[in-house]
T-cell receptor, first 112, second 111 residues
């Protein structure tokens, strides 16, 4: 069946280190991928997106990598800060389908 | 600043009650969505709307209905609330094919 999932439900990282959050997807027709951040008590916020014709996209302190061969997506956060503590969701969309399918989320905890 | 506003942050209802969750966006977005969020299950799409008076079922529409009489407003209706509908409900909107903007969520408890 179709699914979007994350490898680990929780991740703890030392402040200042880099964080890598992974996501696997199963639908080879997926052509658009997004990462969202959800802080406690708030709705998800867009972080970065990538289309299937790209392998890598960089934003401010964040990088998304897409490996279509193994259907794997990752979010890298450089120099992790306390404000990065949140749940991170990946989401995917198939070409021609307006619905986003979300993963179950990874909770990132920053250790001071 | 873009804004998606959900009218109630916290609600407590009894089994069998009719529940209305209201969502308003001020960005003139065509598309609006209702998700529910449960621990370990992520966000699951209940219903979405491409435009005024249009609606499409998502992945878990059973027990829910929606109304979109005006472009800026998308309402989620639980005709007869049940305990398994206790959840966090998230509304979102976007321009066609653009990024989703979410509201802060409405946490519903059904007793």
């Amino acid at each position: 069946g179709e699914s979007v999932g994350l490898h680990l439900p929780t991740l703890s990282v030392q402040e200042g280190d880099n964080s890598i959050i992974n996501c696997a997807y199963s639908n080879s027709a997926s052509d658009y991928f997004i990462w969202y951040k959800q802080e406690s008590g708030k709705g998800p916020q867009f972080i970065i997106d990538i289309r299937s014709n790209m392998d890598k996209r960089q934003g401010q302190r964040v990088t998304v990598l897409l490996n279509k061969t193994v259907k794997h997506l990752s979010l890298q956060i450089a120099a992790t800060q306390p404000g990065d503590s949140a749940v991170y969701f990946c989401a995917e969309r198939r070409f021609g389908n307006e619905k986003l399918t979300f993963g179950t989320g990874t909770r990132l905890t920053i250790i001071p | 600043d873009v804004k998606v506003t959900q009218s109630s942050r916290y609600l407590v209802k009894r089994t069998g009650e009719k529940v209305f969750l209201e969502c308003v966006q001020d960005m003139d977005h065509e598309n609006m969505f209702w998700y529910r969020q449960d621990p370990g299950l992520g966000l699951r799409l209940i219903y979405f709307s491409y435009d005024v008076k249009m609606k499409e079922k998502g992945d878990i529409p059973e027990g829910y209905s929606v109304s979109r009489e005006k472009k800026e407003r998308f309402s989620l209706i639980l005709e007869s609330a049940s305990t398994n509908q206790t959840s966090m409900y998230l509304c979102a909107s976007r321009r066609f094919a653009g990024e989703l903007f979410f509201g802060e969520g409405s946490r519903l408890t059904v007793l």
